[in-house]
């Protein structure tokens, strides 16, 4: 499986970014999908996740709110639409997938995943 993240860029504060996730290999519709972010300096961070079968979403506790995760099965792509963007949310983020189906509470766990994409870089100016 390979993830090719794009849709990352330079914000102003209180701007909107729309990332995308494009998958290609394997059964799409059944991975779990993820978002993560990393800035310097900091550990990996979850953002997000999508169940494959249910398309129940999870958010960690900076985002919700603020970010809507959805998943279009006809493309292979999963999108993060961020809105009300922060200066804390510059970072490095990476989509993942896993074909496991874990628990709620390891869906955080970036340990969980299988495939990880190359990031894209999202910048919020204050």
């Known amino acids: 499986v390979q993830l090719q993240a794009s849709g990352g860029g330079l914000v102003q504060a209180g701007g909107s970014l729309r990332l995308s996730c494009a998958a290609s290999?394997?059964?799409?519709?059944?991975?779990?999908m993820g978002w993560f972010r990393q800035a310097p300096g900091k550990e990996r961070e979850f953002v997000a996740a999508?169940?494959?079968?249910?398309?129940?979403?999870y958010y960690g506790d900076s985002v919700r709110g603020r970010f809507t995760f959805s998943r279009d099965n006809g493309k292979n792509t999963v999108y993060l639409q961020m809105n009300s963007l922060k200066p804390e949310d510059t970072a490095i983020y990476y989509c993942?997938?896993?074909?496991?189906?874990?628990?709620?509470?390891?869906?955080?766990?970036?340990?969980?995943?299988?495939?990880w994409g190359q990031g894209t870089q999202v910048t919020v100016s204050s």
């Open positions: 290999g394997g059964t799409f519709r059944s991975y779990v």
């Open positions: 993942a997938a896993t074909k496991s189906r874990p628990i709620s509470t390891m869906l955080k766990d970036p340990g969980t995943y299988d495939y």
């Open positions: 999508i169940r494959g079968s249910t398309n129940i979403i």
